[in-house]
């Protein structure tokens, strides 16, 4: 295999391999919104941020090389699910970080960098309106940026940072939703060059946003993104801090603005990182990690040593419900309206 050469895949459509990518896939809604094509495409022609994906001229622009289909999580999809394999699982909180939970996302992070197992992470961070950006962390220094951890409930554009990422560093780490880890897992099989991700963290996940569509939603409930400190889902509620308090709605409320790709998605735990991270399974304040690859329980054994992180057990029967619950409400194929 050369660096960038790959084996073309088959095509189901006589059109380019982007209309083959709209036809299988996007036009059927399966989307992930993963931004795996957009990092791959060489013409830089396929665009992703806070809309659905797309390739404005690509009956002109796009050249057929297949990279698109190639590297695509949603292309012959075959759901994942499950808690998957782990090593090991277990409940902790940074002494060191803040984050969402118990910033063990972080944690890794700093200390894969400081144990020079990586040279760099990709980080989604957020601005005052809680658009999504993001950032290349080389220094943990960083990681104390309340607006670099935490949950942003919103679509962000990691992959092509990844490829950037790899493009100059042989050592890399991200963090991602599971359809980014799935997708990443593809462009691995595919392009040597990210075998330069080392770490890919996975958290769990049930849905994301589109921004816009999230701030238009809370701006009817007569919350500004710019007065928000804090979002979370727990328990079926969406939990909205701001300074002068909180405000609490169930999830179900959101469901008109689940993107459909997310619909269909039934991989709660992101079985094919290296270390899964959530809030379920563990009490406040805490983070639930699964540790799968050795390379992750290298970097958990260094935290344990260095005493940076307090432990205790994680529930694994509440992983499993989630993981079971979301295969039971995202049906693949999907289940046909009325
Ligand atoms: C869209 C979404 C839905 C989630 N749904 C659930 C759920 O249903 N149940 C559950 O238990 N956990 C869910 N999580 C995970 C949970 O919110 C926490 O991120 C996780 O527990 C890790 O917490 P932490 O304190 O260890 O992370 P921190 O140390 O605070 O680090 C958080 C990391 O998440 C990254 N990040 C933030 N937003 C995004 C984003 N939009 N896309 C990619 N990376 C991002 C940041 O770069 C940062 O690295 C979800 C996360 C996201 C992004």
């Known amino acids: ?11 189901k459509h006589k059109k380019k391999f982007f209309g083959n990518l709209l036809e299988e896939v996007i036009k059927p809604a399966i989307c992930s919104h993963c931004t795996a094509c957009a990092a791959i495409c060489p013409v830089k022609g396929i665009t ?51 984050g969402q939970d118990g910033a063990m996302v972080t944690e890794f992070t700093a200390t894969a960098l400081e144990e020079g197992i990586v040279e760099r992470a990709i980080f989604v961070a957020r601005d005052e309106e809680w658009r999504t950006r993001t950032v290349s962390i080389i220094d943990p220094e960083q990681l104390k940026n309340r607006k670099i951890t935490g949950t942003k409930y919103s679509f962000a554009d990691v992959l092509p940072a990844v490829k950037e990422a790899v493009l100059d560093s042989k050592a890399v780490a991200f963090v991602g939703t599971p359809c980014m880890i799935s997708a990443l897992r ?42 928000v400190l804090k979002t979370d889902i727990k328990k079926g509620k969406f939990i909205v801090k701001k300074a002068d308090g909180e405000i609490t709605f169930p999830v179900k409320e959101l469901d008109g603005i689940i993107p459909p790709g997310c619909k269909v998605c039934q991989d709660f735990s992101a079985v094919e990182a290296d270390v899964s991270v959530g809030s379920v399974g563990s009490e406040a304040g805490f983070s639930t990690v699964l540790v799968r690859s050795d390379i992750a329980k290298r970097i958990a054994d260094a935290i344990r040593a260095r ?12 992983v499993k419900k989630l993981c079971d619950y979301k295969v039971k409400i995202h049906p693949y194929p999907p289940k046909k309206e009325g």
């Open 1 to 11: 295999m050369q660096e960038w050469q790959i084996v073309l895949p088959e095509k």
């Open 48 to 98: 992703a941020g806070d809309r659905p994906i797309d390739f404005p001229n690509w009956l002109k622009d796009c050249v057929d090389c297949g990279a698109c289909v190639k590297v695509c999580p949603r292309w012959d999809y075959r759901p994942l699910g499950g808690v998957g394999s782990y090593i090991e699982m277990f409940s902790a909180r940074s002494k060191r970080f803040l």
């Open 186 to 227: 593809k462009m691995q099989r595919s392009f040597r060059k990210f075998e330069r991700v080392k770490l890919a963290i996975g958290l769990f996940c049930t849905e994301n946003f589109y921004h816009s569509q999230l701030s238009e939603f809370l701006a009817k409930k007569g919350v500004a993104m710019k007065d």
């Open 307 to 318: 005493g940076y992180a307090e432990f205790r057990d994680a529930s694994l029967e509440a």
